[in-house]
């Protein structure tokens, strides 16, 4: 028997969870953990389930980041007008998850809490820098992304803890962010990898001043290499440049083999699409058609 | 739609685009499924599954698990060998038991089946089972099973005494591990290779793959009195009466199989499995009704498609005139018999492909693995055979300079030609098929340009010919009403074909009433006469048949009763639109109707039986192989991105013969099924075995095409004979074999990838580009 | 209290609002809303093709926008407006002009998918009554057809939406 908890506030919740400890599961859009449900391979004696939370369902726009509700599904962020005046790469971040359904339930806490490689999101929020905002027993606590996903399905949150918001700074004026999701096998596949990289240009409109390059769905957690990026400062982002960044994420990434390609396979879609996202970021920053 | 032969006279239905049947139910949620069906007081059964390929069970304890709350029963080998039921079936060899008795021999194989008052309650009562194995080597592809040393799957080869298929041929002893093996012997195959200017020599490869039917497979039995009723989602009712007889030592007259609509079933529900399964799990609470639904990942577990490894060794002239072929297949056919003595035979005459070749020589093997039983799967072996035909085929044009046009143009089959198994060809359009293929893909037109600096664009063609099962059995009967109304009585299931449409559209023309005016029964043993499957392409041919010659039947009635009543010889009597007339005096007429009542008949009942004869010889493969060929083609346009290997089809034109269409729309949603279901076989589908274990059972690690995966238009090519005389083709596999091919075809031309193994991967692709 | 009460069964007691009717319904916490439509409504248009949310045969629509039946749990179906593929004709019976579309089409083979295609494109057409093929196949991928009925469903519906367009 399992037990349904509808807390209406965020203590509630917490409450709850504490006490079932590691018996109790949120659950929010309830993707994910309904497959676990039913195919036994979780047996919690109750569900605490977060829909009825107060102020975790919306988008805002914060001192230069968004701030976005745990609750705030997949659909809503790659419709928010908020969103896609901001970030538009993340709205189509979001876009690229799994189909239309999926889209309309799964949330952002979910898909942070979930820590599947297989994943879009994730990338971008790396590339992003963004933070997860955690409340616990212990009160609430800021978590950068990085420090967030720990491995597969692996985060940093306690048993007692829930996501309640996802920072996301917005980059400086002239970013452009494009995230390239590839596919081996069906259109609907989740990605093989996925590549979120972000170009500002300098004054001249020409030299990179800041590229960010994230890769997904090649590793247990998506990787990114600052060392790397900082190559492509202040040059021009020419063929020369883009190749030494991919080679270079293709050199550090240890990549994993799955149904959808060998570790050696992600290893050259490494070099590839990274090559890929930078090209077409700087030409989106460019102003050129890609 | 082309015609050859001038038309003639209108038929009233026949050939129309007439409004499908139960259109309402179908998009009001309102269509009947097996899986929607309940019976009062009914239990509920989950099934515990082998986590072991391949072991012997050394302890299993269901005591705690019995002992739970709503628990009513469990079923465990034990049971079986108790006696009262047949411990093993299937529908050729009975070699599967109903679960597993002393040892398992697939992962996924049924241990025991737990039987409770709610799924919930069984759910939990399956993960108190207690399972102990002891392990055994496993053998995944047919290759590792029939090596020298490997361990026998299978003791024995059980028989059956009697051989429920009149096709069948069967030669168990051919070595370990084997269980069937067809032999095909033509001409002098090594003076055809000593005459052979050049001789290729080339191993292909596909996986075990799956249906997935979106309806799984689902079956409710209840036994009272001696009389057993399964309700159930078998696509053929007849076969699962069979066995579900058998394994109730019952007559069949005791066994009723009902079903509705099928949601799909691509030949993975014309044998059955599920049922003699529920029907061991009811007689083991006492004959109680007991529901059992397969999950997807159960699916995996339950039937899959033969993986192959096919060598082909071809002599030809200079000029590419086949002059030799030699084929030796092994099918991998996962751990149990099902329907695999069959198959095998079917993809192994049909090896040589659509094609002249005056010297064959055919082995084709069953091989036991330790997967997934393979059985029945639409294109029934042909779709790997012609893998292997297809892709040589642009390898040799390939090597001898020619247009892989025109080396298929040079050798294909026409009228009058002998095919592989001697059998005289005749109604064969292949050069027709692939000349409109060709054409309409643009097959001389230069290449459009890729979409980027890094992809590359080809056209590639392929065709097959595959036959129909021969000899085969369709019945049926006609119950004319006192209102003139009909009830049409058929036992073929509407699997998404179209047959409760097409067959009505056939009865409403051969009795002359109107189309509404004719109800079709669904399938129900105890009252809808035999079929023998519906699977094979076959129904709209054969059962169409049938209902023809029942409702001849039926006029043969009315017109002797018409000649009583008006007291007119039959020769003078007309019988057309719903009523006989005497001729020349069309005021003296009664209308069905009026015939009955005035007769005292009640109803009239006409019944028909419609068969086809052939067989092969056991020892050269030579005879009548199919009764006719669906006969196919198709051509496809790829961009292979470089840097990726991914391969996106962006153009496929697909042609068949259809001799006669019934329903042009539901002819081209054949076509247009197989061009979809193709593009599955070529770019993604492949179950994948992790040491015997499936490592991808649902449909997020095993992937079918969807939309996007299909190009937005699929051209199809419908020929078909108008002239009066045209046999009925069957349509629903003979596009799927094609594809694949057509598509590695293209990817060869347009980057020199020769992919051998399917899918296409990406990786594949990379690889061979790379040269790795 | 914030823990729902459950009978000896261990089943709450959930109202769900379907095809316009307040519904009442004993399930456990565990149970999707699939199972109860099919189980405790006898309403079968939504069915089981998956149980991942691949295939979206499961699908209806939850306050206007498709979802997979087989992932919600019942519970969290509570306070929402349920529409199923029963609830789509008019109350007097007569089918929705996606409905009709599907069959002047045939856009169909087993049907098993059909209402989940449906459902889908109704939400496609009410957030964008203009789309382009380009949209409507993308907004479709993911329900899958295993007949391979794409081609015909794609007309289907582009006709639905020149007629609900008014043409």
Known sequence: MIAFLQPRSIDEAVAALDHYGEDARPVAGSTALTILLRQGLVQPKALVSLAGLPDMSSVQQENAALRIGALVTHRAIETSPLVREALPALADTFARVANVRVRNAATVGGVLAEADYASDPPTAFLALDAVVEVAGPAGVRSIPIGDFTRGFYETALTSSEIVTHLRVPIPSDGTAGVYEKFVTRSSEDRPCIGVFAAVRLGEDHKSCAELRVAVGAASEVPQRFKDIETLASGNYLDDDVIRTVADGYADRIETLSDLRGSAWYRTEMVRVWVRRAVERARNVAMGIQS | MRAIGSPVADTRFVGRRVPPSEGQQRTSGRLKFAIDHSVPGMLHARVLRSTAAHARITRLDASTAERMPGVIGILTGADLLRGGIKPTYGPVLPDRPLVAIDKVRFAGEPVAVVVADDVDTADEAVRLIDVEYELLPVYVDPEAATAPGAVLIHDTVRRRELITYPDLILNTDAGPNIFNHFKLRKGDVDAGFRQADRVFEHTYRTPQQQHVSLEPHVAICEIRDGRATVWSSASSPFTARFQVAETLRLPQSRVRVVTWHIGGAFGGKTYPRIEPLIAAVSWRVGGRPVRLEFSRAEEFYTIARHSSVVSIRTGVRHDGTLVARQVRILWGAGAYADISPRTIKNGGWAAIGPYCVPNAWIDSYAVYTNTTPAGGFRGYGVPQVCWAYERQMDEIASALGLDPLELRLRNVVHEGDSFSTGQTMRDVHVEDLLRSVAQRIGWQRPLPAPSHARAVRGRGIATTVKGTVTPSTSTASIKLNEDGSVNLLVSTTDIGQGSRTVLAQIAADALDVPLESISVAYPDTDLTPWDQTTSSSRSTAMMGGAVRTAAESVRRQLVEIASRLLEVGAADLNIENGSVSVSGAPARRLRYAELIRQSRSGNILGHGTHATEGGLDPETGQGIASHHFAQSACAAEVEVDLDTGRVHVADLAMAAYAGKVVHPTYAELQVEGNAAFGIGQALMEEMVFDGGQVANANLGEYMIPSLLDVPPRVEVDLLEDRSGDGQIHGLGEGGAPVVPPAIANAVSAACGAAIDTLPITPERVLRAVRGL | ?167
Not at chain 3, 95 to 110: E, G, K, P, R, V
Not at chain 3, 131 to 147: D, H, K, M, V, W
Request: hydrophobic content about 40%; overall charge negative.
């Open chain 3, 1 to 167: 209290m914030i823990e729902r009460a459950v009978d000896e069964d261990g089943k709450l007691t959930l109202t769900l609002h379907v095809n316009g009717r307040s519904r009442r319904v004993k399930a456990r916490a565990h149970h999707t809303l699939l199972q109860v439509l099919r189980d405790n409504l006898q309403l079968f248009g939504a069915r089981e093709g998956c149980g991942v949310g691949m295939c979206g045969s499961c699908t209806v629509l939850l306050d206007e926008k498709p979802v997979s039946s087989c992932l919600l749990l019942a519970p969290l179906a509570e306070g929402k407006d349920i529409l199923t593929i029963e609830g789509l004709a008019s109350p007097g019976g007569e089918l929705h002009a996606i409905q009709q579309a599907y069959i002047d089409h045939t856009a169909f083979q087993c049907s098993y998918c059909t209402p989940g295609f449906i459902l889908t494109t109704w939400a496609l057409l009410h957030e964008k009554p203009r789309a382009t093929p380009e949209e409507a196949r993308e907004y479709l991928s993911g329900n899958l057809c295993r007949c391979g009925s794409y081609v015909k469903i794609m007309e289907a519906v582009m006709d639905a939406r020149d007629r609900l367009a008014g043409g």
